[in-house]
T-cell receptor, first 114, second 116 residues
Framework: SQELEQSPQSLIVQEGKNLTINCTSS?????LYWYKQKYGEGLIFLMM?????EEKSHEKITAKLDEKKQQSSLHITASQPSHAGIYLC??????????????FGQGTILTVHP | GAGVSQSPSNKVTEKGKDVELRCDPI?????LYWYRQSLGQGLEFLIY????????KSGLPSDRFSAERTGGSVSTLTIQRTQQEDSAVYLC??????????????FGEGSWLTVV
């Protein structure tokens, strides 16, 4: 099944700084989801990418899927304390007996100091 | 409501008791997922329902775990003879159809289960 590795595992930045979180797959990504989770809460959908080279932005968050579709990055510009949380990437198995199953990376814990 | 609804939001149970966790997906969503998240751990896939197809139960950790989806809508996750290691947040998600059709997967707030 799909194996996803996120880096870094944790990140501490000063408010106003830019940062990037990476998600690398052992297999070709047929699509990738980015979610944010705050402690004690559910997952908040951020973005979904399907095509190689695709890039999407929402407010200060930009996500990209590389041309080979094996890596995605999430970039936050001018970070704010409200960006703090756990960022998770997820990908769906596109074949075999686990078709349709969504697998997640281990998550990146982001702390933003005011 | 407009989102995925889960109940109860919190459950404390004694070891050995059975528990049922409920998930109301977004209306019209044919795909439904259950995940488990233990403290400090990633999301662990449990089971996936898609329309009328046989569910993918490959993630259920033992035969104490089972799930049903009645009428293609509401789902119940049942844990029998609960153990302390079952303590976790149980998350439900739904989507309009399969991902490869470009459908977003939405998550509920989760059910916090504590086994004492």
């Amino acid at each position: 099944s799909q194996e996803l590795e996120q880096s870094p595992q944790s990140l501490i930045v000063q408010e106003g700084k830019n940062l990037t979180i990476n998600c690398t797959s052992s297999k070709t990504l047929y699509g990738l989801y980015w979610y944010k989770q705050k402690y004690g809460e559910g997952l908040i959908f951020l973005m979904m990418l399907q095509k190689g080279g695709e890039e999407k932005s929402h407010e200060k968050i930009t996500a990209k899927l590389d041309e080979k579709k094996q890596q995605s990055s999430l970039h936050i510009t001018a970070s704010q304390p409200s960006h703090a949380g756990i960022y998770l990437c997820g990908a769906v198995n596109a074949g075999g007996t686990s078709y349709g199953k969504l697998t997640f990376g281990q998550g990146t814990i982001l702390t933003v100091h005011p | 409501g407009a989102g995925v609804s889960q109940s109860p939001s919190n459950k404390v149970t004694e070891k050995g008791k059975d528990v049922e966790l409920r998930c109301d997906p977004i209306s019209g969503h044919t795909a439904l997922y259950w995940y488990r998240q233990s403290l400090g751990q990633g999301l662990e896939f449990l089971i996936y329902f898609q329309g009328n197809s046989a569910p993918d139960k490959s993630g259920l950790p033992s035969d104490r775990f089972s799930a049903e989806r009645t009428g293609g809508s509401v789902s119940t996750l049942t844990i029998q003879r609960t153990q302390q290691e079952d303590s976790a947040v149980y998350l439900c998600a739904s989507s309009l159809g399969q991902f490869l059709s470009g459908n977003t997967i939405y998550f509920g707030e989760g059910s916090w289960l504590t086994v004492v």
